[in-house]
């Protein structure tokens, strides 16, 4: 009965590939976000997404493509994967887009680029 | 624009003295609060926040927050600490006048709590 999943949890793969994550939530949430977390665990915002309509998009390079197909999902596409992409990326879900609500995070993904 | 700011990369305290985790921010109009715990190789947990009212936030596993507007503050708490309470702690502010934003993250603060 996880409330935020992930997929995979790690993901190993080399420079020039594309790749995607899975993010799914049974809480009922319409606002479905993206994380990057580096190295140094420092933790950034990449896309937000509410009733599958993108609210936000930080500067992301346009290699990264979110996709939610429904409510309960978002996905990250990545293409032409290099090297500073190594990160773990968190998916995160909420009730409402306006900031007031807390968030439920995922157990992450960390992807690593060889 | 708005920021937020944790002073410290760590804080060790000893199990049953009281711990305290500071954070300030920066914001344009009023803010929204949140504290979050990371333990390691998980995601973050939501712990506690402000958003109006009482300037005495009281949240999961015994943590609380005072909002102090005029220092701009939202410092972590907890009476006395447990061994089980290390872990990673992230502040983060919305600015509610700026519009549909994301939150912006502190850049976390290690709490290692001594038996």
């Known amino acids: 009965d996880t409330a935020v999943s992930q997929t995979p949890k790690y993901l190993v793969t080399q420079m020039g590939n594309d790749k995607s994550i899975k993010c799914e939530q049974n809480?009922?949430?319409?606002?479905m976000y993206w994380y990057k977390q580096d190295s140094k665990k420092f933790l950034k915002i990449m896309f937000s997404?509410?009733?599958?309509?993108?609210?936000i998009n930080e500067t992301v390079p346009n290699r990264f493509s979110p996709k939610s197909p429904d409510k309960a999902h978002l996905n990250l596409h990545i293409n032409s994967l290099e090297l500073g992409d190594s990160a773990v990326y968190f998916c995160?879900?909420?009730?409402?887009?306006?900031?007031?609500?807390?968030?439920?995070f995922g157990p992450g993904t960390r992807l690593t680029v060889t | 624009a708005q920021s937020v700011a944790q002073p410290e990369d760590q804080v060790n305290v000893a199990e049953g003295n009281p711990l305290t985790v500071k954070c300030t921010y920066s914001?344009?109009?009023?803010?929204?609060l949140f504290w979050y715990v990371q333990y390691p190789n998980r995601g973050l947990q939501f712990l506690l926040k402000?958003?109006?009212?009482?300037?005495l936030v009281k949240g999961s596993y015994g943590f609380e927050a005072e909002f102090n507007k005029s220092q701009t503050s939202f410092h972590l708490k907890k009476p006395s600490a447990l061994v089980s309470d290390s872990a990673l702690y992230f502040c983060?502010?919305?600015?509610?006048?700026?519009?549909?934003?994301?939150?912006?993250f502190g850049s976390g603060t290690r709490l290692q709590v001594q038996p």
């Open positions: 997404y509410n009733n599958k309509e993108l609210i």
């Open positions: 809480l009922g949430h319409d606002t």
């Open positions: 914001v344009s109009g009023n803010p929204y």
């Open positions: 995160a879900s909420s009730h409402g887009g306006q900031g007031a609500e807390e968030q439920y």
């Open positions: 402000y958003i109006t009212g009482d300037n």
């Open positions: 983060a502010v919305r600015d509610i006048s700026m519009g549909r934003r994301a939150l912006t």
